[in-house]
């Protein structure tokens, strides 16, 4: 007799189980592929989209079209639809004019021709011939025809003096005729007065103030320093406001100012061609005021040096309010003291 584990022999007999139900399983899968239909190719699936897969499903359940999906759902969910928004439709943006063109859909040709009267609302078309009542002193008063409109708010126009297009905003100008512009005209008239009169006037004070000021106010959203005032910094956004510079062909460009290499000099990276231009004169140039909430530096007065963010500005007051970086503090600087400032605020000590 022998003790211990004893290994047993599988029997014939659990064998051939084993191979009956093998033989079962391979004879239902063969029976299964003969019953196959033949592949119809994307034939199939001309009858049941692709897209309407989980719509016949839901069908199968006892749903239909209309009604909600869930146990206690009374009706279908409409999807929200966005419409994309473009130019300066931004976030906020609304108008009744746009809902009143989803309404009524009518042609592509009837759309673009609401648009264009839309634009031209303030009556300010294209051909119109207009005159400059506010910007530069030096374009003042000058005349010129719109040759092209850039939305709702500016326009190009072909000055009649020099044949130069400029941009402009609608604000600055006005209809020939209009009360804007003789009012315009009378200014004008009566500053070239005073300057007639101002080499016999011994007493430079008496000057009156507003002139002062007119000759600072740029109308394409930037100042001039007054003169014998350094206010150059490096990585500053300017313009070029000489006509005589390199032959005018930079003339109302901007730029970074990328080093001040004296009192009044510096070299300027042109945005468009990324051109360096060195040496250039403080006098050729302006500041280029930013948007609303861009960093900006304070290049004189009594917050000279603050770096900060500009968060309000009045063209009109010609003051703005910058909030400093490091304490935060809201900080009153006329614009003609403030530049954009693109650079590392380290650069500067932030």
Request: glycine share 10%; hydrophobic share 30%.
């Amino acid at each position: 007799m022998s003790f211990g584990l004893n290994l047993r022999q599988p029997t014939v007999t659990s064998l051939t189980k084993e191979a009956r139900v093998e033989d079962v399983m391979l004879e239902k899968l063969r029976h299964d592929l003969k019953r196959l239909p033949e592949d119809r190719g994307f034939e199939e699936f001309g009858e049941m989209p692709v897209e309407d897969f989980a719509k016949a499903l839901l069908k199968g359940y006892g749903w239909h079209e209309g009604r909600g999906v869930g146990k206690n759902a009374k009706e279908d969910v409409k999807i929200k639809q966005y419409t994309k928004r473009t130019d300066k439709e931004g976030l906020g943006f609304f108008s009744a004019s746009l809902d009143s063109k989803n309404s009524n859909s009518g042609s592509v040709g009837d759309s673009v021709k609401e648009n264009e009267s839309e634009r031209n609302k303030d009556g300010f078309s294209v051909g119109k011939e207009v005159r400059l009542i506010f910007g530069k002193k030096e374009n003042l008063g000058l005349k010129g025809t719109i040759v092209k409109r850039l939305g709702s708010d500016s326009i190009v126009l072909r000055v009649e003096k020099s044949g130069e297009s400029v941009k402009v905003r609608v604000s600055d100008v006005a209809e020939l005729g209009s009360g804007e512009e003789e009012k315009c005209l009378k200014e004008l008239k009566e500053l070239k007065i005073r300057e007639e009169k101002k080499p016999n006037d011994g007493d430079r004070e008496q000057r009156p103030v507003k002139e002062s000021r007119e000759s600072l106010k740029i109308g394409n959203g930037g100042f001039v320093k007054e003169r014998g005032v350094q206010w150059l910094r490096s990585h500053i956004r300017v313009r070029i406001i000489s006509k005589d510079f390199k032959g005018g062909k930079l003339y109302l460009k901007k730029g970074e100012v990328v080093d001040v290499v004296g009192p009044s000099k510096c070299d300027v990276s042109m945005d468009e061609s990324r051109e360096l231009v060195q040496s250039v004169d403080q006098d050729h140039l302006e500041v280029a005021l930013p948007l609303l909430g861009h960093p900006v530096l304070v290049l004189n007065g009594k917050h000279k040096g603050v770096y900060g963010n500009l968060v309000q500005r009045d063209l009109d007051r010609e003051v703005g309010v910058v909030q400093d970086y490091g304490s935060h503090e809201l900080l009153n600087v006329k614009l003609e003291q403030i530049a954009e400032y693109v650079g590392d605020p380290s650069y500067i000590g932030y």
